[in-house]
Structure formats: structure tokens, C-alpha cells
């Protein structure tokens, strides 16, 4: 089955930019997207279609692709930025959604 | 604004069959697509299936034999039923509008809160 990779943690002091990458084989044909979940809470997208950002979504958060590999990119995190953020997409015919790991977010 | 709240039973016993609707305020179902999504505590999202409003399905591979989803237009309402459940299905169900006010149809932009389920 396909899947998407995430790291499981990424760690960065207030202020500075935090980097998520997520790979899969179909990302080349296929959008990718990223949630932020907090504890209790849904999931919330951030950013779509690679580098889309939704209404209300802060401009810190910005979206990139490059082959295999999508990413997402927090500038200036904040201490509210403390989250798990998952990537997801679709497999090469489109047809299944497939979410990625998640990556833990710890602002230090 | 549009929201999605998911009722259900929060307690299923093994073998059975969990069933979850999800109620869509603000705005009609018709010519949108939804989907059920789910989260074990502490662990990941995983994708159960797509309901299209014309009644197509896609289904999670892993999930396909055990998985029926509805949709009832006149209730504003679409359904998700899981058979033969176990341990393993005990999760967060979340409903969810699939992204193609976004442009992105495959995406999902307007989630239900979750309700929890377990099996036992």
C-alpha cells in the first residue's frame, strides 16, 4: 500500500523556522496537503494543493514541492504553532487518500 | 458557517457493527463529496472512504469489506457503518467535507469535531 513519510518530531526555538518534510512516489502526480491538529481538537489544513494557504491561515505557514517530496514551512514559529502536523495525499490514480505519520512540533 | 457533527453510539461490542451519522449545518450536502476519517488515540489519521453525492464510494483497501457509507440528501446527513469490529477499531471517527470549494477536492477543508468509539 502507499505511503507517506514524515519525521516523527521536529524541534525549534521560538522565532526561528521549522522545516516538515513528507515523502511518497506519487507526490509528483499528486497534490499535497497539511493539517495541524492540537491535543482534542480536529485537524485543521494549513496548507493545500503544495503551497496553497487557506483564509485565516497566518502567512508564516507556506507550503513547497520538489519531486518526491513536499514541505512545509513555519517561519517565526510561535509558541501557539506546538502542534502534530500531518501531510496528506492520494495515490497515484488519485483514487485513495493517504495521510502521512504526523510530526511532532515541539516550539523549545 | 458550514459544520459537520458526528452522533453515534460511543460504545460497541465486538463482532458488531458500529454505526456513525454525520450531520452537515450551514449549507446543503448536495454536490459536495464527504468522507469518514479516524484516529486511534495517540496515533495517526487514516482515511476510511468517500461518499460522492451522486452515491459512489471509494473505500480505504484496508478498511473495504467492512465498510458501507450513505448519504441522505433529504436529511442533510451522510452515514458510515462498520462491520465485525474489534479492538483495533476503537478510535476518534471524524466526518469531513472534501475540498472542492478549495479547488482541491482530494483535500479536507471543514472537519466534524470527532466523537469517540470504542469497541469492547
Not at chain 1, 505511503?3 to 511518497?24: M, N, W
Not at chain 1, 492540537?38 to 502567512?59: L, N, T
Request: with cysteine.
Amino acid at each position: 500500500s502507499y505511503e507517506l513519510t514524515q519525521p516523527p518530531s521536529v524541534s525549534v526555538s521560538p522565532g526561528q523556522t521549522a522545516r516538515i518534510t513528507c515523502s511518497g512516489d506519487a507526490l509528483p502526480k499528486q497534490n499535497g496537503h497539511w493539517y495541524q491538529q492540537k491535543p482534542g481538537q480536529a485537524p485543521v489544513v494549513v496548507i493545500y494543493k503544495d503551497s496553497e494557504r487557506p483564509a485565516g491561515i497566518p502567512e508564516r505557514f507556506s507550503g513547497s514541492s520538489s519531486g518526491t517530496t513536499v514541505m512545509l514551512t513555519i517561519s517565526g514559529v510561535q509558541a501557539e504553532d506546538e502542534a502534530d502536523y500531518y501531510c496528506q495525499s492520494a495515490d497515484s490514480t488519485g483514487t485513495y487518500v493517504v495521510f502521512g505519520g504526523g510530526t511532532k512540533l515541539t516550539v523549545l | 458557517q458550514v459544520q459537520l457533527q458526528e452522533s453515534g453510539p460511543g460504545l460497541v461490542k465486538p463482532s458488531e457493527t458500529l454505526s456513525l451519522t454525520c450531520t452537515v449545518s450551514g449549507d446543503s450536502i448536495s454536490g459536495l463529496h464527504w468522507s469518514w476519517i479516524r484516529q486511534p488515540a495517540g496515533k495517526g489519521l487514516e482515511w476510511i472512504g468517500r461518499i460522492y453525492i451522486s452515491g459512489r464510494t471509494n473505500y480505504n483497501p484496508a478498511l473495504n469489506s467492512r465498510v458501507t457509507m450513505s448519504v441522505d440528501t433529504s436529511k442533510n446527513q451522510f452515514s458510515l457503518k462498520l462491520s465485525s469490529v474489534t479492538a483495533a477499531d476503537t478510535a476518534v471517527y471524524y466526518c469531513a467535507r472534501d475540498g472542492i470549494v478549495l479547488g482541491a477536492p482530494d483535500a479536507f477543508d471543514i472537519w466534524g469535531q470527532g466523537t469517540m468509539v470504542t469497541v469492547s
